[in-house]
């Protein structure tokens, strides 16, 4: 058990050193060592993780942190309480380097931020954020969120469907997430997504 809880804060905390991008552009590292690598949980329930912490108050980096660590333990075997800690140790990790960084570099950047490195290194940044946010969103394009053809020709067409409301909700009419992730919510329980 504390090898897992040491594999869970190490894990979590260079997610959240690295994690470059806020929490979407965290979604991939966090998959790929979660599901991939540690084999914590499957990629179904991390899809379902990602919904809810989505659904939830707050970023989806420390959400998501938090929902791995309990499920974590408890897919492992331990109780409830050991879940808990394992919530609070992941969330702890995510969030400790960005707190101790933005302590330290937050009088360095005001005083240098016109200086030509520092502007050079987010020129560098930004589109690297870009690329990690279109990775998360390439890698929640999986049979978890939208069936298929061949294996469920109903569930794959409502998927499309509430995935392009969604898109052009949000492009086009400018629909508020909490918005769009009630009516979404709605369409699935009317149009039976459920239902497998």
């Known amino acids: ?47 379902d993780i990602v919904a809810v912490s989505q659904s939830t108050p707050g970023p989806i980096g420390i959400n998501s942190a938090t929902y791995v660590g309990y499920t974590a333990l408890v897919n492992a075997g331990y109780s409830h309480w050991w879940g808990v800690l394992g919530s609070f140790l992941a969330t ?6 960005s707190f101790v960084l933005m302590l ?16 050079s290194v987010f020129s560098g940044l930004r589109p690297a954020i870009v690329g990690l946010l279109a990775a998360a969103g390439l890698l929640l394009m999986n049979g978890e969120n939208f069936s298929s053809m061949g ?6 067409c409502i998927s499309l469907f ?17 918005l769009i992730i009630l009516l979404c919510g709605i369409a699935g ?8």
């Open 189 to 196: 329980i009317i149009l039976g997504l459920g239902v497998s």
């Open 104 to 119: 330290l570099v937050s009088r360095l950047l005001l005083r240098y931020r016109d200086h030509a490195v520092v502007e």
């Open 1 to 47: 058990m504390v090898t897992l809880l040491l594999q869970l804060f190490w894990t979590f905390f260079l997610i959240g050193l690295f994690g470059f991008g806020g929490g979407y552009a965290m979604l991939s590292m966090i998959q790929g060592e979660v599901v991939e690598h540690y084999r914590w949980m499957t990629m179904g329930q991390f899809t």
């Open 92 to 97: 702890f990790a995510v969030v400790l380097p």
């Open 162 to 178: 509430i995935f392009a409301f969604a898109l052009i909700g949000q492009k086009v009419y400018r629909l508020g997430p909490v």
């Open 151 to 156: 294996e469920n020709p109903w569930r794959f």
